[in-house]
């Protein structure tokens, strides 16, 4: 078989982009462990209970200092699990005074969820496996849709719940 000259220069070429490329590629993909920011903590998705942060009862909002908050919240298909009011209801709307710190923690036991408050800055894929969490300044009052932006299903666009940041 004959290969004209520049045939094998373009041959050459072309498998050294490609390796050059991959190499890239795979030492952008694994070096230093490089994972989306929001997700450094791990957690047993068969078993998140284990942690305290997703037991029923630490479900929701809590307060913790002056204008200082978490939520932490179980997102499965399809629902945000943001805990019981007082007469055993499911949460579906949390309220946060204007200019509070929110610090939202995230799993989820089953498959691949988005939480994202829309109109803020609050946008984080929740993979089992992973505590998704983000520290976020609720500086802007009004009533926010909480929306799961990853399609994990036939009832993917019933999750959703609210956000109600107050003066
Ligand atoms: Cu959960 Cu889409």
């Known amino acids: 078989m004959h290969l004209h000259k520049y045939e094998r220069i373009w041959l050459i070429s072309g498998i050294s982009a490609l390796i050059l490329f991959l190499t890239i590629l795979g ?10 920011q929001s ?13 305290e942060a997703f037991q029923t009862e630490n479900l929701g909002l809590t307060k913790v200092d002056d204008d200082k908050y978490i939520v932490n919240i179980v997102a499965t298909a399809f629902n945000y ?3 019981v009011d007082d007469e055993g209801k499911p949460v579906k709307n949390i309220k946060i ?7 939202f923690q995230v799993v989820t036991p089953d498959v691949v969820h988005g ?6 800055n609050v946008n984080m894929m929740v993979e089992p496996g992973f505590i998704s969490s983000i ?11 909480l929306l799961c932006n ?7 666009h019933m999750m959703f719940a609210t956000v109600e940041v107050y003066e």
């Open 27 to 36: 030492f952008g993909a694994f070096y230093l462990g490089t994972h989306p």
């Open 115 to 120: 939480f994202n408050i829309a109109g803020t």
């Open 81 to 83: 699990d943001l805990g």
């Open 39 to 51: 997700h450094g903590v791990i957690i047993d998705p068969g078993n998140i209970e284990a942690n």
């Open 135 to 145: 520290e976020t300044e609720m500086n802007q009052a009004g009533e926010f849709t």
């Open 150 to 156: 990853e399609y994990c299903g036939v009832g993917h």
């Open 97 to 103: 005074p204007k200019g509070a710190t929110v610090l």
